[in-house]
Every structure is written in structure tokens, then in C-alpha cells.
């Protein structure tokens, strides 16, 4: 278990929790991003941004 | 198909650039790529891989296939004389470059798309994971269209197009083509009855009002119209007035071809419009195994991942219309100089972009 980096709530992640991995704060509804395992740290994950083109 | 061990192969970061830099100096506009095609034939042979160009002119390189390394070999027209020069502090600003005096390569192509091109044929040579190499993308895509018809579908499919060596695109617009004609007969100007010319642009006009947003809805979540070409005026026998519009509709993921095409033509009273065959808007799940993988090498050697939808459309739309399997594109360089007259790529740039999708490979091809 940690914390959501936006609303603090604890967050619960399941055993084989890998690096890059999307989970969700079930508290506040963030997307949070696993960013190292060992022990387990959360980033907000990268929001969808527009661009141009191909 | 697996990988054998002999799929694999050690590319130095020079040999690398020097496959980019012969590939953007052999000019492959879409119905020209056979040159480029041959050196990415005689690259996998080189490097201990079986490459072919098939009936279309993609070059096909299979291998393991729980990964397809994808991107286009034609570029748009336009000659820009191939060098590689220092990076200028413009080119720091407008972030071609990070640093003043950096290598930084112009040539036509070399960011659309023959600088992901290059580096998708670098890491799965590397890897040991299947590469294609299609053609016609900038026309009518007809590379990838067979590819889809003629291919197994494979685990997961990076496609190349450039969004920077942070940035994971997600998703595209669909896109629907067609040509309004209208014929009226032809009388002096001075009488009040519109002419074909009028019911061309009225017709346009409706469809514009049709589709406008509000300013707070993303230009992704909307329908563009954009008139590509118009012709008419008075036919060559003098009897009538004629009328062509060239138009193109941008379709956002939330609607499909069909309904564009019915709100398209609600407004139509005369003239009639023929639709080219559409293409599907996509948009994947950033949850996928390969979109994580992105994250996790970017993160490993570029910076921080960024996800990205684009307005336009590209292979990925026809690959995401025929297989189930997931799918991001991805590639160097940065797209507001697409099809530009100034396009120019950092090597460094591809130099970590080619990090990013070794890593992605290697981690694809051991997950699965």
C-alpha cells in the first residue's frame, strides 16, 4: 500500500506490480504510474495531450 | 514466428546514422521508394537477416513477431539539399536541438517518417523482432493496406512517425475524402439564379456550420472539414457551368465514417459527392503491455514519457481497422516540421531513439 500523490488516500497495489504500470486511485480517481517497485513510488501519470499531423 | 539467436545483431550507433543518412540522401517520394527500399534490403542482409521486397514494394524483414516494427519509406515531394550541419541556436528554440553545435541532419524525409524508419530497422535488427517497410503512405497508404491484407497479425505494433523521442502516440482522427460536382446551365451573370459555383460553396459552407465546435471542445473530439482543391467555371462548350470540390473530413474517434458522411450530405439539394473509402479513427489504451514498455524506456533514456493524440491520421488508423493486437507510433523528431522546407533531425535524437525502441523490443519479445 502507498499513498496517491494527488489526494493522499492510500492506495492499494496488487503483488506483481510492474514499473510503467497504470493504477488507479480509488479514492480521488487519478491515474497514477508506477514509477519504481522496490519500494512501490507513484507519479501522476502522463495526461493525453493534442498535437498536429502524422 | 520466434527469433532465433542469429536474428539478433550488434549495430554500432555509427553504422546506425549512416544507415539514416543514406536513406534520407536516396529521394523516395510515394511511387519512387525502390532505391531506399533496396538499402534496407541490403541493411538486414548485412546484419544476418532475410529482407524482401514484396508485390507492392514494402520490405518485409519477419522475425519474432511478438512485435512489429513498422514504419513508411516515401516521403512527400521536395528536394532539400542532404547535409548534416552544427545546430544553430534557433534550432535550440524551436527544439530541434538541446544543445548549440550538435549534429543535426536536413534532407527531405528525415523526420517524415525516414528518421523513425531508420531507427525502427536498427532495433529490430538488434533485436531479433519482424520489421516492414511500407510504401505510399503519404498518397493512399496502399503499402500498409496490403500489408494487412496479405499478414498474419502480430503481438503488438510499433508505428513509425515522429513524435519526438518522449512522445507515445495514442491516437488518430479518421479520415473521409470526397468530390462535390455540380453542373448548372449557363446564362448571363446578371440573372439571380445561382450557378454551380454557388451550390458548390453553399453546399460547403452547410457542411462547415455542421461540424463547428465550441471553442472548449479539442480540436481531436471534432469533425475538421478542410476544401483541398476547387475548379470551375464555364464548361469548354459554353452551355453549362461546372463545378468540382475537393474535400476532407477529419473523423474524431466518438463518430464513424458513416455518420459524418450523413450529416456531410443532409444539406446537399444539387450537385452529388462521391466518397473515396474511409479510414477509421483510433485511439489505444495507454494500459497496454507496449505503451508501458514506452514508458519504462523513455523513462530510462529520454526523459519523461509523453502521451499524445494526433488530428491528423496515419498507418496506425488501417492497422488498428484489421488487428485486435495493441499498437502505439512512435518515432524521432519533431512533426511541426513535417513536410516542411527546413526538415532537419538531431542524430542525437535518433540516437535515443533507437535506445528507446531496442528497449521496447527486448522487453515486448521477453514478456510474451
Not at chain 1, 9 to 37: F, K, N, P, Q, S
Not at chain 2, 19 to 41: I, K, M, N, T, Y
Amino acid at each position: 500500500m502507498t499513498e496517491c500523490v494527488e489526494c493522499g488516500a492510500d492506495v492499494t497495489l496488487h503483488d506483481d506490480l510492474e514499473v510503467g504500470e497504470i493504477v488507479d486511485c480509488t479514492t480521488c480517481g487519478a491515474e497514477l504510474e508506477v514509477v519504481e517497485t522496490e519500494p512501490p513510488v507513484l507519479e501522476r501519470a502522463p495526461e493525453l495531450e493534442e498535437d498536429w499531423g502524422e | 514466428m520466434t527469433a532465433a539467436m542469429d536474428d539478433t545483431a550488434e549495430i554500432s550507433s555509427e553504422d546506425a546514422r549512416e544507415l539514416l543518412v543514406d536513406l534520407v540522401s536516396l529521394p523516395s517520394p510515394s511511387g519512387e521508394e525502390s532505391d531506399a527500399a533496396q538499402r534496407l534490403v541490403e541493411f538486414f542482409a548485412a546484419n544476418g537477416r532475410e529482407a524482401r521486397i514484396d508485390e507492392v514494394g514494402n520490405v518485409r524483414a519477419p522475425a519474432d513477431d511478438s512485435v512489429l516494427l513498422t514504419s513508411h519509406i516515401d516521403t512527400v515531394p521536395g528536394e532539400i539539399p542532404v547535409e548534416v550541419r552544427p545546430a544553430s541556436g534557433e534550432d535550440v528554440e524551436v527544439g530541434v536541438a538541446d544543445e548549440e553545435g550538435e549534429d543535426v541532419l536536413w534532407g527531405r524525409g528525415s523526420v517524415d517518417a525516414t528518421g523513425p524508419l531508420a531507427a525502427m530497422a536498427v532495433a529490430a535488427a538488434r533485436t531479433g523482432v519482424s520489421f516492414v517497410g511500407v510504401v505510399g503512405e503519404e498518397t493512399d497508404s496502399r503499402g500498409a493496406r496490403h500489408l494487412v491484407a496479405d499478414r498474419a497479425e502480430p503481438g503488438a505494433v510499433v508505428n513509425g512517425e515522429p513524435s519526438g523521442t518522449t512522445g507515445i502516440t495514442l491516437g488518430y482522427r479518421g479520415f473521409l475524402a470526397g468530390t462535390y460536382v455540380a453542373t448548372s446551365e449557363s446564362g448571363h451573370t446578371s440573372r439571380p439564379e445561382p450557378n454551380a459555383i454557388q451550390h458548390a460553396t453553399g453546399w460547403w459552407n452547410g457542411v462547415e456550420d455542421a461540424f463547428e465546435t465550441d471553442e472548449y471542445t479539442p480540436v481531436f473530439e471534432g469533425v475538421t472539414a478542410k476544401p483541398v482543391d476547387i475548379d470551375g467555371g464555364i464548361s469548354a462548350d459554353g452551355l453549362s457551368v461546372e463545378a468540382t470540390l475537393e474535400v476532407q473530413l477529419r473523423i474524431p474517434p466518438s463518430l464513424d465514417a458513416e455518420s459524418v458522411r450523413e450529416t456531410a450530405e443532409a444539406g446537399l439539394e444539387i450537385g452529388t459527392v462521391t466518397w473515396a473509402e474511409p479510414i477509421p479513427p483510433v485511439m489505444e489504451s495507454p494500459r497496454t503491455e507496449v505503451a508501458r514498455a514506452f514508458r519504462v524506456a523513455i523513462r530510462a533514456e529520454a526523459g519523461d514519457p509523453r502521451l499524445l493524440r494526433k488530428t491528423g491520421t496515419s498507418d496506425m488508423n488501417l492497422y488498428a481497422a484489421d488487428w485486435d493486437c495493441p499498437m502505439v507510433t512512435y518515432g524521432p523528431g519533431n512533426s511541426e516540421l513535417d513536410h516542411a522546407p527546413d526538415e532537419r533531425l538531431s542524430l542525437s535524437e535518433f540516437d535515443r531513439s533507437v535506445a528507446v525502441l531496442t528497449r521496447v523490443a527486448n522487453t515486448v519479445v521477453g514478456d510474451s
